[in-house]
């Protein structure tokens, strides 16, 4: 079953940043076990659960080692100091705590395309000469790589050994390949300052994120900021 | 800001050099388009074409340096006198590298790139974005990232998101150049869709065909003449290899290939074998799997099921680097490649690296034509020049198999004879040419067997004029039809 729910990008910065909060500020084991199986499950049914799945096996032995080396050798900890001897209870809290973190960002990753990231930013009012660099950037991403495998395929077809001699040799031999990117690279840009113009470009234009928060987003919003703040109050404060 | 004559674009005595150079690139150019006419200026590389373009576009002397003489008039206004930002709203231009042009993400987002530029109101916007989709059938991409998008679509979303900011005449330099047939023919609807649309249409081309039913007059730029140091001396060929009677240099058996985390095959099945001293002209649409497959023979690519053989040797247990003491790749784009700094040392950069002797590269610089310049930096050379220098330094490795990636591509006629004699050369000493090409006539000319791709499977194998010459076939499999005449009006400049 996979459920599509097209949750706005803005709702989506706000989540995974509500989540690592949370993250850090809970210490009962049972409530960041509750929420990391929430956000499992909230992610395993999403579209992108092949690519969550795939992540989850490389965490597996990095989970492992980490709940052993808590559980087993906290005394050593540079941070915290917890008592004396085997200590599973805080092993297992810790686990989950690294699973939590990693399971957020990687369903960050998964469920946020470049342009949502984009438009968020723009609606956070991050400055419009960052955010444009930024997605210019992403934008001739593929470009750039575009033309390094071009580069690259057609310098192995003239018999260029990349992957031969020792490390010095190797990084020599990319020269041929560095130099066509780089003026490549520089032309580009000339090109693209041009084509820019063309375009009227304007750091002044008006931007217009074609979409508005909708009910549900609103909710999800209220929830995290609900959550947030009894966390902070309950861990930090100690009031609730 | 002068303001002369009615609804046309005008130009006047222009003549155009560049600065600290002795020629003029052309001179004393007179012509008009009116709203809703087509125009297409056609002449070999160099004459002059992109010079014009960015011309009446005003990018020179805005953002080039260039001495301009005479006057380019757009509804009355000079647009040589003008700011470029002001010019775009008059006169646009889809440059030749469309793909710097696109600046969103997605379709829809590129669309309203400019618009918001332009500062306008949100549904205005909405508005123009929705008609732009439509009127260029992109409405089922709109959500489409851009590098999701083949050559043909990106082109058109180049074309619609200048039209979009209503400019009244459109520049297009080398529309098709990196279109195959059926690209052509959308692209010949796009700008008939213009043209009712009553917008002037200036296309720089090289060559006309599948735009001739849409293009309403032509001038002709004659351009420079060639030097004598860069004109390439062939040897005639003599004693051309009976391929009926030789061994096959690549078999390919029932060879399959996807991209790794793709589901898709790009190659399915194939089986051919390629005999040596034949000349196999590969064709097919864009997306066919062409050259997926003359990856397969250079050892670029390693098949998924299956196995590629060349002169005995299983191409999983070489490298290309290894490889490339057999076969020779030509690429596309020479730009992509050119490393050395000079002629010489690019032409022997292959030679070099498997250990060859440097004397096949000084041949083949010889033969064509650029030994007088084995010194010069290869950036001072024209692309032709270039093209040859490639063909050079992948015959300076005494290959015994040759590739060309789209040789053809925004050639003049020059260079094509000089490619058309080498290859016929290259036959007479028995070595074995595979050309991967859209070019038809070109097919016909040099080939003696036509291999056509589609899908990722053999369509078609014979030869080139039993499938060229049979017009369902043609149709069927998405080739351009083999037409040398073009009915059009030549306007002598």
């Not at chain 2, 083949?150 to 979303?157: E, N, P």
């Not at chain 2, 081309?205 to 030097?227: F, P, Q, Y």
């Not at chain 2, 062939?234 to 391929?243: A, F, G």
């Amino acid at each position: 079953m996979i459920i599509k729910l097209n949750v706005d990008p803005r709702t989506k910065i706000i989540v995974f940043s509500s989540v690592i909060a949370l993250a850090f500020m809970i210490r009962d084991l049972l409530v960041i076990a509750t929420l990391a199986v929430v956000t499992l499950l909230t992610l395993i049914l999403s579209s992108r659960r092949g690519f969550i799945i795939r992540g989850l096996r490389g965490m597996i032995p990095l989970l492992v080692v980490a709940f052993l080396l808590w559980s087993f050798m906290h005394e050593w900890s540079l941070f915290q100091r917890y008592g004396s001897g085997i200590n599973l209870q805080l092993g297992a809290f810790m686990s989950l705590r690294l699973f939590l973190i990693l399971l957020s960002s990687l369903g960050f990753v998964a469920t946020m395309g470049m342009r949502d990231l984009i438009n968020a930013l723009n609606s956070f009012k991050f400055p419009y000469k960052a955010v444009f660099v930024l997605g210019l950037t992403m934008r001739h991403l593929h470009t750039i790589a575009e033309d390094y495998r071009a580069i690259k395929e057609a310098q192995s077809s003239r018999g260029l050994e990349l992957d031969k001699g020792l490390l010095f040799r190797r990084i020599r031999n990319y020269v041929p390949i560095l130099i066509p990117l780089f003026i490549r690279s520089i032309e580009n840009a000339e090109k693209l300052s041009l084509a820019m113009e063309l375009r009227a470009f304007s750091l002044n234009r008006r931007r217009y994120l074609r979409r508005k928060l909708r009910a549900f987003d609103i909710a999800v919003i209220s929830g995290c900021a609900v959550a947030v703040v009894l966390a902070a109050l309950h861990y930090w404060i100690g009031v609730i | 800001m002068e303001a002369i004559g009615g609804e046309e674009l005008r130009v006047e005595n222009l003549g155009c050099r560049y600065e600290r150079r002795k020629d003029w690139i052309f001179r004393d150019l007179n012509f008009s388009v009116k709203p809703g006419d087509a125009v297409a200026v056609v002449g070999p590389s160099g004459s002059g074409k992109t010079t014009l373009a960015y011309c009446l576009t005003g990018i020179i002397p805005n953002r080039i340096k260039a001495e301009v003489e005479g006057r380019v008039l757009v509804d009355g206004k000079n647009v040589l006198t003008s700011r470029l930002r002001d010019n775009v709203k008059l006169v646009n231009i889809v440059l030749q590298n469309y793909e710097m042009q696109i600046f969103g993400l997605t379709v829809e987002e590129d669309l309203a790139f400019s618009l918001e530029n332009l500062g306008l109101e949100e549904h205005e916007i909405e508005a123009r974005v929705k008609w732009a989709l439509e009127k260029f059938r992109l409405s089922s991409y709109r959500s489409y990232y851009v590098h999701e998008l083949s050559g043909g679509l990106k082109q058109r979303l180049a074309i619609a998101s200048s039209i979009i900011m209503a400019p009244k005449y459109l520049v297009m330099d080398e529309p098709t150049a990196n279109l195959d047939w059926n690209g052509i023919v959308e692209l010949s609807k796009t700008i008939n869709a213009l043209k009712m649309d009553g917008r002037g249409i200036i296309i720089m081309t090289r060559r006309l065909k599948g735009l001739e039913n849409v293009i309403d007059r032509v001038i002709s730029l004659n351009g420079r003449k060639v030097s004598a140091r860069t004109a390439a001396k062939l040897p005639e060929p003599e004693n051309i290899v009976d391929p009926g009677r030789s061994e096959p240099v690549i078999t390919f058996e029932d060879v399959w290939f996807r991209y790794s985390g793709e589901r898709n095959y790009v190659l399915r099945g194939i089986n051919l074998k390629i005999l040596k001293g034949q000349c196999v002209a590969l064709m097919g649409p864009n997306g066919s799997g062409k050259t997926t497959l003359i990856k397969h023979v250079n050892g670029l690519l390693k098949p998924v099921k299956g196995k590629v053989t060349i002169l005995g040797k299983d191409t999983k247990e070489y490298s290309a680097a290894q490889l490339s003491r057999y076969v020779g790749m030509v690429f596309q784009d020479p730009d992509k490649h050119i490393t050395c700094e000079t002629v010489w040392e690019e032409a022997t950069f292959g030679a070099r690296n498997i250990g060859v002797s440097e004397n096949y590269a000084e041949e083949a610089l010889k033969a064509l034509g650029l030994i007088g310049r084995k010194d010069d930096p290869p950036y001072l050379l024209s692309m032709g020049e270039k093209i040859r220098l490639s063909m050079a330094g992948a015959i300076g490795m005494n290959p015994e198999i040759l590739i060309l990636d789209e040789p053809t591509t925004g050639q003049d006629e020059e260079t094509l004879m000089t490619i058309s004699s080498m290859i016929n050369y290259l036959r007479s000493v028995g070595k074995t040419i595979i050309i991967v090409t859209h070019d038809s006539d070109f097919a016909l000319s040099v080939s003696d067997r036509l291999v056509v791709m589609k899908d990722g499977a053999i369509a078609a194998d014979g030869a080139p004029k039993e499938i060229l010459l049979n017009w369902p076939i043609v149709e069927e499999l998405g080739l351009e039809p083999p037409i040398d005449i073009l009915q059009v009006v030549e306007v002598e400049l």
